[in-house]
């Protein structure tokens, strides 16, 4: 499969690695992976203090012994749209694996339409995606059979001349590890770095 990174250049704004996706064959490919990943993290996420912090914040009664006593991982990144839809899933009174399920068809959905109706469409690791216009110059082109894993030979870590923190970069893009965008001295950037690839794979 054909991965790409690519420059908006209108907005100036570069993109990692995105999947470049021309057919429903490639779609359907890429997209048995995130069905997997997404069936992880729904079930991660009803089992989570996430999910009881979001049904407590709209239903009275809840029963917190009924649901786990962590936080989702951090690389589950589809809790925000899982809470943003967490009201929805009780009141339609189906279960809510089913429910959140279904929304993920109709996301993949959503993508074949894209597909259809521009011819080209960039998939993101984490399942986002935009169509494809004038305004993306591609940069660099891949074959691999999955999105790109990042080894320690990609990372780079550095502070600005005169500068107190040390920051992360992976092929040019600042990384945030578990909402941090900086460390103190060199080694904490390095560890954070480590901890980073460990969780990308």
Excluded at 3 to 18: A, R, S
Excluded at 98 to 126: C, Q, W
Aim: charged share 25%.
């Amino acid at each position: 499969m054909k991965f790409v990174k690519v420059k908006n250049t209108k907005l100036n704004i570069e993109y990692d690695w995105l999947a470049d996706i021309s057919s429903l064959e490639d779609l359907m490919e890429i997209e048995k992976a995130f069905s997997t990943k997404n069936a992880s993290n729904i079930w991660e996420y009803l089992n989570s203090k996430d999910y009881y912090y979001a049904l407590n914040q709209h239903f009275e009664n809840v029963d917190r012994s009924k649901f786990g006593n962590d936080h989702c991982s951090p690389v589950n990144k589809i809790v925000p749209l899982l809470s943003a839809l967490t009201v929805q899933a009780v009141e339609s009174k189906v279960s809510p694996i089913l429910f959140f399920s279904n929304v993920m068809d109709k996301i993949v959905a959503s993508k074949a339409e894209s597909l259809g109706k521009y011819g080209r469409i960039f998939i993101n690791k984490n399942g986002g995606y935009f169509a494809y216009t004038n305004n993306y110059e591609i940069l660099e082109v891949k074959e691999w059979h999955t999105f790109p894993q990042y080894e320690k030979k990609d990372i780079k870590v550095s502070k600005w001349p005169e500068g107190t923190h040390w920051y992360i970069t992976c092929n040019g893009s600042v990384v945030e590890v578990d909402g941090i965008p900086k460390w103190i001295n060199e080694k904490d950037a390095w560890d954070a770095a480590e901890r980073w690839i460990k969780k990308e794979k």
